[in-house]
């Protein structure tokens, strides 16, 4: 049996609480908790057993790791803060991991961090992971899998272009079901009308082939439908955005799906 890993956390966003207690429960042993809220801090040392730090520069050095789990701007700052000779990472898709300094690596989960905390699972997760040892990748793969997730090795320039396909899959996609849900809420339908259709989007994620179950008015340039549309869209706020967006998106399909 190998000693349990012992890290110190750096943050105490959605991402420190999620890891951190995914980490906890797969058997690592989370020493000492760093935040700019000495509150929230607290209130993360406690769900973690770990002890309290004011100061970065004060951090234990007897520990594998410290996880670097604040805002993409804020890494390279807080990193300059920590004590020279312990080894650091990040969770941040775009993000180098020289800015770091010291001997570094990178632990990006491809999930997003928007629900509670305490409900989020790990399990089955990609992590994209990068170091500057064969030593410290090892380490870090091991991290992973004990919190549950599938780690596979990614160089900053690979995974900046995964976090690209990211925004696409997770953010683009998002704020597509919002606007949707905008137009229900302003017609009084229920915001969750969408959600067979949603959930339909899934089978393309899963089978790599989104591309050909590609579906609408614009693929089969409608111009009849799309005229109606444009005209509906007049009767809600926001119209002159919308009506932009849509002719935006429906241009481009079309676009993509020419012989």
């Not at 089978?203 to 111009?223: I, M, P, Y």
Request: aromatic share 6%; net charge negative; hydrophobic share 40%.
């Amino acid at each position: 049996m190998s000693k349990p890993l012992r890290l110190s956390i750096a943050g105490t966003g959605k991402v420190a609480q999620a890891l951190g207690r995914a980490w906890q429960k797969g058997g690592v042993e989370i020493v000492e908790v760093w935040g700019r809220s000495q509150d929230r801090a607290q209130e993360l040392g406690r769900k973690l057993n770990a002890v309290v730090v004011n100061d970065l520069g004060t951090l234990s050095t007897d520990i594998d790791a410290v996880a670097v789990l604040v805002s993409d701007d804020a890494i390279r700052e807080v990193a300059q803060s920590l004590p020279n000779n312990v080894k650091r990472f990040h969770a941040s898709g775009a993000t180098d991991r020289d800015v770091l300094g010291g001997e570094n690596g990178v632990v990006w989960p491809i999930k997003s961090f928007s629900t509670e905390p305490h409900e989020e699972d790990l399990t089955e997760v990609p992590f994209a992971v990068e170091a500057g040892s064969k030593e410290f990748q090892s380490m870090l793969h091991r991290l992973v899998r004990e919190s549950g997730g599938k780690p596979f090795d990614a160089p900053s320039q690979t995974r900046a272009k995964i976090h690209l396909a990211a925004v696409f899959t997770h953010n683009f996609s998002n704020h597509c079901l919002a606007l949707s849900q905008q137009i229900l809420d302003e017609e009084g339908l229920p915001k969750d009308l969408m959600r067979p259709l949603a959930e339909g989007l899934i089978e393309g994620a899963k089978s790599g082939d989104s591309f050909s179950l590609q579906t609408g008015v614009a693929l089969r340039k409608d111009l009849g439908s799309q005229k109606k549309h444009l005209e509906l869209l007049k009767e809600f706020s926001n119209n002159k955005k919308l009506t932009e967006f849509y002719k935006f998106v429906s241009k481009h399909i079309a676009d993509s799906h020419e012989l």
